[in-house]
């Protein structure tokens, strides 16, 4: 990896852990059962954004 590749993951999961610590999640099971549904007859729409209270 380069500089700038390392760079960008670095703000990739700076921008994700604010997101999470927001509240903004998607739940796991949700993201696989859409991942999973890709090139089916029945593929489905990519899950949304939940967001949870955060104390």
């Given at each position: 990896?380069?500089?700038?590749?390392?760079?960008?993951?670095?703000?990739?999961?700076?921008d994700a852990l604010?997101?999470?610590?927001e509240g903004r999640?998607?739940?796991?099971?949700?993201?696989?059962?859409?991942?999973?549904?890709?090139?089916?007859?029945?593929?489905?729409?990519?899950?949304?954004?939940?967001?949870?209270?955060?104390s």
């Open positions: 990896m380069d500089e700038l590749e390392i760079q960008n993951k670095s703000q990739q999961t700076l604010d997101s999470a610590s999640i998607i739940d796991a099971s949700e993201v696989h059962k859409w991942l999973n549904s890709w090139g089916t007859d029945n593929e489905l729409e990519a899950p949304e954004f939940k967001t949870l209270s955060v």
